[in-house]
């Protein structure tokens, strides 16, 4: 075991694991996570708490994660290289050890151009894959990037993000490969509805064997209405909604149900593509959908490990 | 190699301006005049701009190139006229107007009139692009020849991110993704192996962060002869 963190137990043990994100409000209260967590408490077996994410401000990360764990659901802290050097990186991933927060995302972070201070400077001192090797460095050899030691123990479970919907495709299952390389235990993808096109990079990766060397988890995002997957097709970058997709959403007379039907259809096929160990569910602002989700799936009781 | 300067907006330069009267005016003929941001006709077009709005400019020059250290004599040769403004305006990058007033005897403010963009590729003529960051720890041995410093968006040292889609980077449509060009040329070149090797992280401390940097040129020739 590298941290011993349920998400670990239950990947470890072969088990079908299923994560879902909770962004922290643009304020200051703990109420606002605490709804979240209480949520997700049941059909998850850990919460990612995401980092400013798409660059704009919110609770920071770690104080998100601590207030889940407080609530006795494990969080998935996620860090992202775009507003924080390698001092300040690395002094809170000791924080979050400290506090008992095992499972760490590195991230690039979306470009500071898309949020709410388009004129911040973006750190991008070490990038995602120097902060794997980073975080495998403290963990394995209790050691910061300056060679110097570190006391105590760094037991983190250790993730990471791949987009096979990016370009060049062909390069993903290498980046994949320099992922692993450099650290990570555990792979969140970006939101699957082009199935073929997943499966393929799947399929690819597991011909090098990589699928036996780290744990994927496959990203879900329910949608809504016609608008959110026009919107994610045209504007989120790396996401690739089919326009079929959104046809059958735009027919639609009951979108909200059409969109669960669709995310059901796309797990269930997830859930039989081999190399695929779990689900990572981005519900984002329609976090009650998600034990709906997970039940309908086939995949609640969630394991006790 | 060319400094790549833009004009600042007119309010911002009359802002600075706002308190002096009479204005000395310094184009340089070099980057500046190939910008088209500081040379004899922007120089020109200012000093009416200036008079138009009341003030007097008390002279204007050309300075060949206004970063070298010749500037010194220039600015003595001009001194009267310079003597009797408020200030000077430098239509200059920001190594000019850091050298004009180093050297300007006669102590006065000297407002700068271009922000400094970038150490810019002429792609076509007039048509520049940043390629370089000046990082002070070159790369591009590592990344055929395409520096990913500062043609990246995110400075990404080890491969494009989820945001590379179609050869264009997610920060805009005229951006082409740095690493979908590095790709390209390491795979024309049967190189591809290369992008699975990890970047070691950066040793910015020879780079902006790192405190002012210095050369001394005839050092470096004499201790390499």
Request: hydrophobic share 40%.
């Amino acid at each position: 075991m590298k941290a011993g963190t349920k998400l670990e137990r239950i990947l470890a043990s072969g088990k079908f694991a299923v994560t879902a994100e909770a962004g922290p409000p643009k304020g200051t209260s703990a109420e606002a996570i605490r709804k979240k967590g209480e949520l997700l408490r049941h059909c998850c077996d850990a919460v990612n708490v995401t980092d400013n994410q798409t660059a704009i401000v919110r609770m920071s990360s770690l104080a998100g994660c601590l207030l889940l764990k407080q609530q006795g659901i494990e969080p998935v802290m996620q860090m992202v290289v775009r507003d924080r050097n390698r001092l300040a990186l690395q002094g809170d991933v000791l924080g979050a050890v400290a506090l008992g927060i095992g499972n760490i995302l590195c991230l690039s972070g979306d470009h500071q151009k898309f949020g709410n201070h388009p004129g911040a400077k973006g750190v991008f001192d070490i990038d995602s894959i120097q902060l794997l090797q980073t975080l495998r460095m403290m963990r394995d050899e209790h050691k910061f990037i300056s060679g110097e030691d570190i006391s105590g123990e760094v037991p983190v479970f250790i993730g990471a993000a791949a987009n096979p919907f990016a370009d060049p495709f062909e390069y993903r299952v290498h980046r994949l490969a320099k992922k692993l390389k450099a650290g990570a235990d555990f792979i969140q993808t970006q939101a699957v509805y082009d199935v073929p096109r997943f499966a393929r990079w799947m399929e690819m990766l597991t011909e090098r064997g990589l699928d036996k060397q780290v744990h994927i988890l496959a990203g879900v995002i329910p949608i809504r209405s016609a608008g959110m997957a026009r919107y994610m097709r045209d504007y989120v970058p790396g996401v690739n909604v089919p326009d079929e997709i959104v046809t059958r959403m735009e027919k639609s007379e009951s979108p909200k149900e059409e969109g669960v039907k669709i995310i059901l259809e796309i797990v269930e096929q997830l859930k039989d593509m081999p190399g695929v160990h779990g689900i990572h569910i981005m519900a984002v602002g329609w976090e009650d959908i998600v034990p709906d989700v997970v039940a309908k799936s086939g995949l609640m009781p969630r394991p006790v490990v | 190699m060319k400094t790549i300067t833009s004009s600042k907006p007119v309010e911002e330069v009359m802002g600075y301006l706002e308190k002096c009267q009479k204005v000395y005016i310094i184009g340089c003929g070099t980057c500046a005049t190939m910008c088209h941001t500081g040379g004899k006709s922007e120089v020109l077009g200012m000093k009416e701009k200036l008079e138009g709005s009341g003030k007097k400019v008390t002279g204007w020059m050309i300075i060949p190139t206004a970063c070298d250290e010749l500037t010194k004599y220039a600015l003595e040769e001009e001194a009267e006229r310079i003597k009797e403004a408020d200030c000077v305006l430098a239509m200059t990058c920001a190594v000019g107007v850091q050298t004009i007033a180093l050297h300007l005897k006669d102590k006065k403010p000297v407002y700068p009139a271009l922000n400094t963009l970038f150490i810019g590729m002429e792609d076509s003529p007039g048509h520049f692009t940043e390629v370089c960051l000046q990082c002070g720890s070159c790369v591009l041995g590592r990344t055929a020849a395409i520096c990913p410093l500062v043609r990246c968006s995110k400075s990404l040292l080890n491969g494009p991110c989820g945001g590379s889609s179609g050869g264009k980077c997610e920060v805009s449509e005229d951006i082409p993704c740095a690493w979908q060009l590095i790709y390209d040329r390491l795979a024309e070149m049967g190189r591809l192996d290369e992008m699975e090797e990890i970047e070691p992280f950066k040793d910015w401390s020879v780079s902006v962060t790192g405190g002012p940097r210095k050369i001394d040129a005839e050092a470096e020739c004499t201790t390499t002869s």
